[in-house]
């Protein structure tokens, strides 16, 4: 930093480098450092800060690289005034040479170090060159996301580069710790006195708000200094208010180091009733952020993209961002002070647990603290997530039931306390809990494909929050609980990657993309392949329909959590699209992907929750509408609600007073009569907050019946419900049915259908399909999951028509979705009634399927009708339609087999 007084002075080595890969490792023994004229006639020019990975041709490069560059330094500048060379992050082993003299080596890819140069530089022109090493395996190295199984990974000078000139005797390193119960912040100076002995140098401390003076203390800097304000400005997201610090050191009468910080008065606690900032509860509503570019990765782009993030965030509502499997660009943090972000801080972890792994991630979470510790913004630490390097490992035994690896993580929470008692504690973010401030929970959950799921494991979690924890041996396990990852994955506009690369990213043909869901490469021919171009027409149709069901999902999951006063934060998962993983509320070139204003709505500190009991019903029934004023701010909220159904109106008034969620009373809305099937949407608005909440109900006709004529074989709960409609059951299977339903495909089954009949393969009662000669299956998971979040139900079936408000599967077949799906699809023969993908259109299979066996059709029917034939309106309304579609094909195929005989 320059400052007024001149003691202190900067120079930027951001710019032109020179740049060379050298993939044999022979540039240390035959002198590079040295002698420069062997590789600088090879080396390429490159703008610092620089990752090597942006070059596609060095995507797969690891190993090490040399920059070089000179630098002119005035003799003036170095008079009196010792200089370093200071780094904001390199990935991964760093070696410095100045002038040909090695200056200092440094081991870690996030956090900034520096070396003193004040012996190897002078006044001209200096040489300054760098070699980073970046190895293959990474196992042992805190290294977040990068490389195998999940994103390009990040090499070289990634952050900026500079001189520093400072004076002889100067601070180092400031720590501001907020004391806000005696209104006053204590102040600890880190001093390197060169040549004056440290008894003879005092400071002065300066505490200034909008350029007046609030603070003054001076003293030795070996002792704490504490500044006292009489009417202080705590910093909160409503008001972020920021410190200016100014410490003076001064020796023998005369000044002798300017040094300048920035600070907030604030405080973080946690307690039974939730979190507290400053003492008032506050309730997280936050976003993950991976922190990539799709050109730069690590590196921002330009001036404005940390203001442009912080935007998009608080445009989406929310309060906090937690920043996954790696520290914090500095800046962003500097851009988050000043708004009212908060922080959550994560340092990357290394995959295996050894001595080397929890040494390399001690020291850079130790150096994190350091860098971050006067950033009001930040108030939670991350130390290991989902146990990677900590029992993650597939050679490893789980954190879980690992005694020695809990007794670590203690140790080590209890360390991070001692560095930082200013800021809360997760020790693993997601599960397996030892010691923490943060009971969190990874629950990705797509709805309403699993909305029952989600809603029965979320209240077992709540209900039996010590079960999310590995040990009781250090806690009581009543921290807050924070939903710290839910997210739902959608397909992005392939017309917008492609125009921003130019071509296909070489990101979608990564080699280590092993899953087929997760690999872009050829997801155009898979679009034609799976019948989604019949279907949508376009890619880009498709991605937009993709997106407005996840968005359906979120507000579903966001709005179920909001409602539950003893859930206290959750975190979307996530912020943009990272490379193949597009799970992002904006697409990896940042652009809102559709729906996002409805999740944006949501996450507002006051918002309106509508839930309808059931999302179908029968003509002639009543349905519940439930709505909820949440408030998360200060102060009471009245709100008049207006709620609009068909021809009926009503309204209701509601007040939620400060840090509280109200229900309203119930809203009965009557199902009227309808021939077939109807949809139609019910809206309710708060006129105070001008919020809009709509929800669809699909309305069927309690008068459809199955064709009577048919005689079915059926066993179960399902041979009773379709004897309760009209038809002839058998409950012993005989040749002469004319549909036979069925769990399993027998021989008998088989040579049945071979020899013209027709059979309706169905799952069992507990909702499972099985597989046969006939048709491969493959089990879809019956909880939430990750899995689930990829997953993506088309349609364009006469079957279907009006059942389903649009070619996406929605809310239509809520607890009804399926636990298996056949994956063998034959397009030539089949006839795919529903389709189902997964990710980047891979693992095509489909739940409603026909196909040709000998001279019969066996269909394929995996939705679970065995439980919800009946009694679910849309399941019933298909069962029906498809007996109904079997019949006339089997009449038409008689008739034509009649004539031609005749």
């Not at 000078?157 to 005696?182: C, G, K, M």
């Not at 504690?425 to 709805?447: M, P, Q």
């Amino acid at each position: 930093m320059d400052d007024s007084t001149g003691l202190r002075r900067t120079r930027s080595l951001d710019g032109e480098w020179m740049f060379e890969v050298d993939p044999d490792g022979i540039g240390m023994t035959e002198g590079w450092q040295t002698e420069l004229a062997m590789w600088l006639t090879e080396a390429d020019p490159v703008d610092v800060p620089h990752v090597w990975q942006e070059d596609d041709g060095l995507r797969s490069y690891t190993g090490t690289a040399w920059y070089n560059r000179t630098v002119e330094v005035d003799a003036t500048v170095l008079e009196s005034r010792r200089t370093f060379v200071e780094f904001g992050a390199v990935d991964y082993w760093t070696s410095v040479w100045v002038n040909g003299e090695l200056v200092g080596e440094h081991r870690g890819g996030y956090l900034p170090f520096e070396f003193e140069i004040t012996d190897a530089v002078a006044s001209g022109e200096n040489t300054l060159t760098v070699a980073v090493h970046d190895p293959q395996d990474l196992s042992e190295i805190p290294h977040g996301k990068q490389g195998e199984p999940w994103y390009t990974r990040v090499s070289g000078i990634w952050q900026s580069v500079a001189l520093s000139f400072r004076p002889e005797t100067h601070v180092t390193s400031v720590a501001v710790t907020p004391d806000l119960e005696a209104d006053a912040a204590r102040v600890d100076l880190e001093i390197d006195a060169g040549g004056h002995n440290p008894d003879g140098v005092q400071a002065t401390v300066r505490a200034s708000r909008d350029g007046m003076l609030e603070a003054l203390e001076i003293g030795p800097i070996d002792e704490t200094l504490t500044l006292t304000f009489d009417e202080p400005a705590y910093w909160s997201p409503d008001s972020p208010t920021l410190y200016d610090l100014e410490v003076i050191l001064e020796a023998n009468g005369r000044t002798v180091d300017r040094y300048e910080e920035t600070f907030g008065l604030r405080t973080i606690e946690r307690d039974e009733e939730g979190f507290k900032l400053n003492g008032e509860p506050i309730r997280l509503r936050g976003v993950l952020d991976e922190g990539y570019y799709p050109t730069t990765l690590y590196q921002p782009p330009d001036d404005d993209t940390l203001v442009d993030d912080l935007e998009r965030i608080s445009a989406l509502g929310c309060n906090l961002v937690r920043t996954h499997h790696r520290p914090t660009h500095p800046d962003f943090l500097e851009v988050a002070d000043r708004n009212g972000l908060l922080v959550w801080e994560e340092i990357a972890s290394p995959a295996k647990y050894t001595d080397r792994s929890k040494n390399e991630l001690q020291n850079e979470l130790r150096a994190l603290i350091e860098r971050d510790y006067n950033h009001p913004s930040v108030v939670i630490w991350s130390l290991y997530n989902e146990e990677w390097g900590i029992g993650q490992h597939s050679t490893e035994e789980t954190l879980w039931t690992d005694e020695a690896k809990q007794t670590y993580l203690a140790s080590l929470v209890d360390t991070v306390r001692e560095w930082d008692p200013t800021r809360l504690v997760c020790d693993n973010s997601g599960w397996a809990h030892v010691k923490t401030d943060l009971n969190d929970y990874h629950r990705h959950c797509f709805s309403p494909d699993r909305a029952t799921e989600w809603t029965r494991n979320l209240e077992h979690a709540l209900a039996h929050r010590a079960d999310n924890y590995a040990t009781r041996r250090w806690d009581d396990t009543d921290a807050p609980v924070v939903i710290s990852e839910v997210g739902a994955w959608a397909l992005p506009s392939l017309a917008v990657l492609l125009e921003h690369y130019g071509r296909e990213p070489a990101w979608f043909s990564q080699e280590f993309l092993e899953e087929a869901m997760n690999r872009p490469s050829g997801v155009r021919e898979r679009f034609v392949d799976t019948g989604l171009e019949d279907v949508f027409g376009s890619i880009e149709d498709l991605a937009t329909a993709w997106q407005a069901r996840a968005t359906r999902s979120l507000a579903h999951v966001v709005g179920d959590l909001r409602t539950r006063e003893e859930i206290d934060g959750y975190v979307l998962s996530q912020l943009t699209d990272t490379e193949w993983e597009c799970t992002g509320l904006y697409d990896y070139c940042r652009n809102g992907k559709a729906g996002i204003e409805t999740l944006a709505a949501l996450n507002q500190p006051v918002t309106l929750v509508a839930t309808l009991e059931d999302h179908t019903a029968w003509t002639g029934d009543e349905c519940r509408l439930e709505v909820a004023l949440v408030n998360d701010s200060d102060t009471p909220v009245t709100e008049t609600l207006e709620w609009e159904w068909l021809d009926e109106t009503g309204s209701q008034q509601v007040t939620a007073p400060p840090h509280s969620v109200v229900e309203s009373d119930p809203i009965t809305l009557s199902v009227p009569q309808t021939e077939g099937v109807r949809t139609e949407q019910v809206t309710v608005r708060g006129t105070e907050t001008g919020h809009s909440r709509t929800e669809s109900l699909t309305i069927v006709s309690s008068a459809i019946a199955p064709p009577s004529e048919l005689t079915v074989f059926a066993t179960g709960p399902l041979g009773s419900q379709l004897a309760r409609a009209g038809l002839e059951v058998t409950h012993q299977f005989s040749p002469n049915v004319d549909i036979a339903f069925v769990t399993a495909v027998t021989d008998e089954i088989l040579e049945f259908v071979e020899k013209g009949g027709t059979a309706v393969q169905v799952p069992d009662q507990h909702g499972e399909l099985d597989a046969n000669d006939v048709f491969e299956t493959r089990a879809v998971p019956q909880t939430d999951s990750r899995t689930n979040t990829v997953s993506f139900y088309y349609q364009d079936s006469p079957l279907l028509a009006g059942l389903c408000s649009d070619p996406a599967l929605g809310w239509e077949f809520e607890a009804a979705y399926p636990y298996d799906l056949v994956t063998d699809l034959e397009p030539e023969t089949d006839t795919v009634h529903v389709g189902a993908v997964r990710g980047w259109l891979a693992d095509w299979a489909s739940p409603l399927l026909e196909r040709s066996v000998g001279d019969g059709r066996l269909v394929a029917c995996s939705f679970r009708v065995q439980t919800t034939l009946g009694s679910h309106p849309v399941v019933t309304a298909l069962l029906y339609r498809l007996l109904e579609s079997l019949h006339e094909d089997t009449v038409a195929s008689e008739d034509i087999s009649s004539a031609s005989r005749e």
